[in-house]
């Protein structure tokens, strides 16, 4: 477990922000920093076909140690972190929690608190790494970079556990939604695939959100507040006008399971001119539709209150929930449970409320679900990841490899599904 805790510390030491605003694929190149690092180790424990793309996506392959003919499956996780908080110089600490209140941060008065973070006292006794409570700590996804190529270290190092042909791949700017904008299916060449992209011990996702994102443009005209009667029109006030015609109980807060949701990300404004920036959410697609709907009613209406020109929006799919594809091949949910269960980790079949490359994936022709990386409150201060989960997932990873090398766990079980 040393080495998987040792890889990740110098994972998350290596800033790998992504970027919303940037035009260029990596959006950041601190990204291909990281990429350089794990492809010389991916050398240096003997995987092959290691290369480094110009788009920043790093592969390799553990070649099969058996004759017969089982699926190639692969393994893959993101290298970038979310842009939502800082990734420079993140500080982690490895503790003994012991219970209560963490300290990340006592001179800044930066506490995890159980009573907002129940999880926590299931890892009272264990070994937590956290942030020092000024930065992310990066387990998004950077826990899953370490636990793969642990795991295939392991693979490496103990031959007689047999496995077919796997494939490995770690991606930049998933956090940004680009994560598999330049992904080559056919060139990574696996029958099947896993995100090593989760959070808590168990996970097991095979359902995501149908995603979108919304720029709306609010043009308004100013004049001087004291002649402004029946001439000014403030586009600040418009922009709050749409968001409260938007429904207040579907917003991330107060929403759970597969609830959808709209979601402001951002308004920056003046008088003259108001973006606001949303992303819409819902697992169902004809509620997923609906939301889309309302975005361009509520825009006409507005429109045909204030003039033709005052709204405008654009409006792009992201995703769709990768659930109508999983469920066309559910061998590849059916071996991670089976995985799980066979090392006593109770697996949690659960949707997604969140983005993972496995949902574009899987609607490119690779079947993907997401399994767990241990990690809990991602994208923020608080976050903080047990050294046992981590541990845990590599030897899930194992697992799966071993269970898909053996012919009669998959064959039979997929002629039944």
């Not at 477990?1 to 790998?16: A, D, G």
């Not at 129940?118 to 992310?136: F, S």
């Not at 951002?266 to 697609?285: A, P, Q, W």
Request: glycine letters at 8%; charged letters at 30%.
């Amino acid at each position: 477990m040393e080495r998987l805790i040792k890889r990740f510390l110098e994972y998350v030491s290596v800033e790998t922000t992504s970027s919303f605003e940037s035009k260029t694929f990596p959006s950041t190149n601190t990204q291909l920093e990281l990429a350089k690092i794990l492809r010389a180790e991916m050398e240096s424990i003997g995987l092959k076909e290691v290369v480094l793309d110009d788009y920043g996506y790093v592969m390799g392959t553990l070649p099969s140690n058996i004759e017969s003919d089982v699926p190639v499956i692969g393994f893959i996780a993101h290298m970038d972190t979310s842009p939502d908080m800082s990734g420079k110089d993140i500080k982690p600490s490895i503790i003994d929690y012991q219970g209560g209140k963490i300290p990340i941060n006592e001179e800044k008065n930066i506490f995890i608190d159980p009573d907002l973070y129940p999880e926590m006292c299931n890892y009272v006794g264990e070994r937590l790494i956290v942030t020092d409570g000024t930065t992310l700590l990066g387990a998004d996804d950077k826990a899953g970079v370490a636990e793969i190529i642990t795991a295939m270290e392991y693979l490496i190092s103990n031959p007689e556990i047999k496995h077919g042909k796997i494939r490995i791949a770690f991606t930049p700017d998933e956090e940004v939604g680009k994560g598999t904008e330049h992904f080559d299916v056919e060139k990574f060449g696996a029958d099947y695939a896993y995100t090593v992209d989760g959070g808590a011990l168990g996970e097991l996702q095979y359902e995501t959100f149908n995603a979108a994102s919304v720029e709306v443009v609010v043009k308004g005209l100013n004049i001087h507040p004291g002649s402004a009667k029946g001439r000014m029109k403030n586009s600040l006030l418009i922009a709050c006008e749409f968001n409260g015609m938007l429904p207040s109980n579907e917003v991330p807060a107060v929403t759970e399971q597969r609830e959808g949701f709209f979601h402001l990300g951002s308004i920056k404004g003046s008088v003259e001119e108001t973006v606001l920036k949303y992303i819409i959410r819902d697992h169902s697609k004809e509620k997923f539709e609906k939301k889309k709907k309302l975005v361009v009613e509520i825009a006409a209406f507005l429109n045909s209150k204030y003039g033709e020109d005052t709204i405008a929006f654009n409006m792009k799919d992201s995703y769709c929930n990768m659930k109508e594809k999983i469920e066309e091949e559910m061998i590849v949910v059916e071996i991670a449970k089976r995985a799980m269960e066979s090392l006593s980790i109770e697996p949690r079949i659960e949707p997604v409320r969140g983005g993972t490359d496995g949902a574009r994936l899987s609607f490119m022709g690779l079947p993907t679900p997401n399994i767990f990386t241990g990690g809990h409150n991602f994208h923020g201060r608080y976050e903080y990841i047990p050294t046992s989960s981590m541990d845990k997932a590599v030897k899930v990873i194992v697992k799966i490899a071993e269970l898909f090398s053996r012919e009669e766990n998959w064959r039979s079980r997929k002629s039944t599904l």
